[in-house]
């Protein structure tokens, strides 16, 4: 398959040098702006992104955890709730991690034990191997992670094609339109109704390259590409215990 030829593009999508000004609010990507946004399950982990899957455990990038131990806090929320406020945790292990799916989940700890009101979570997964492909390319999603050099403002990406690959021995089998950025790695795939499809883990652009904050629907090449949930949910014990 043609798609396959992505995968020599591959750049992960986390380390790149600050480069605020080039945060563009296109169609494709903006900054979270909404009170009900902020409350989607999505933080800040290292300088990558996670999604919540309980009030105590993170889903993320294996890549984004790197030397998570020399971080004082490894991660936060954004700003939510009637203060802007933004709480901080601690990783306290690391449970589960799979380098070839890229895919890490950590239990952590809130700062002081203090766990954010109204905090939300991850109630509903989508497998997408269970549903016919073109109800797959049709469903309206979003990912949602913070920028590497702009922690404390997430940014919403959305898109317009979603693609899962059913060959097993490709690394990352789901790709989508949507324009992730450096620092969104870990963070969560949604759909409309927040069910979780999978994680950014990387695309074609470096940070400031032309098209790496909007990509083309109609052209491959351009599309980023994550781990979908199916596959975590095959080889993950806590997954299929927290959705039997």
Known sequence: MKILKIMSLFIFVAGFAARADLYVDDEFQRTVMTEEERHLPAVQVGRG??????????????????????????????????????????????????????????????????????????????????????????????????????????MRSKGGK???????????????NAGVVGGNSGGPILASDCALLGIVNGGPHSLGETGFDGNDPNNPKSWNWGTPITSIYMVSPILKELFP
């Open 49 to 154: 992104s996670g999604v919540l899957l309980s009030d105590s455990l993170v889903l993320t990038a294996s890549h984004a955890t790197k030397n998570w131990q020399s971080y004082s806090m490894n991660g936060s929320t954004f700003f939510f709730g009637p203060n802007n406020a933004r709480y901080y945790f601690k990783i306290e292990s690391i449970l589960e991690e799979n380098l070839d799916l890229d895919y890490a989940i950590l239990k952590i700890n809130w700062q002081n034990q203090i766990v954010p009101p109204g905090l939300q979570w991850v109630k509903k997964i989508i497998m997408p191997n269970t549903l016919e492909l073109d109800k797959v390319h049709s469903l309206e999603f979003f990912a949602l992670g913070a920028p590497w050099d702009k922690i404390p403002n997430p």
């Open 162 to 176: 979603l693609v899962i690959l059913s060959d097993k021995n490709t690394r990352f089998p789901l790709f989508f």
